[in-house]
């Protein structure tokens, strides 16, 4: 994301007020900080799921919600596809929740 984010901001701050590139600047700094950290923290932390299935995620939920999808469509995804893993391991969906090391 930094790679299309940083020309836009160079771009902004060329062409555009002074205090609409600091803001645009300011808010894409927090966003590629949500992306590059809290993402892979959300989702690296011991989480067994495919990494095709976060991709999917974050694609899907960065079509149906922006930036906040990228995560948000992510830990969703992940999160049924656990519950769908433990439905059909054990017959109970919970329980492949609540012991994730028997699935």
Known sequence: ???IVIPVVI????TGDPLTAGLFLVWS???LLLDNVL???LLGRGVD???LVIFLGSIGGMLLKSIVGLVIGAVVLALGYKLMQGRLNTGSAVT???NPGKN
């Not at 771009?11 to 060329?14: E, Q, R, S």
């Open 96 to 98: 492949g929740l609540l």
């Open 39 to 41: 993402k892979p923290l």
């Open 1 to 3: 994301m930094g790679p």
């Open 49 to 51: 799921v495919p990494i």
């Open 11 to 14: 771009a902004v701050f060329m």
């Open 29 to 31: 700094a927090i966003v």
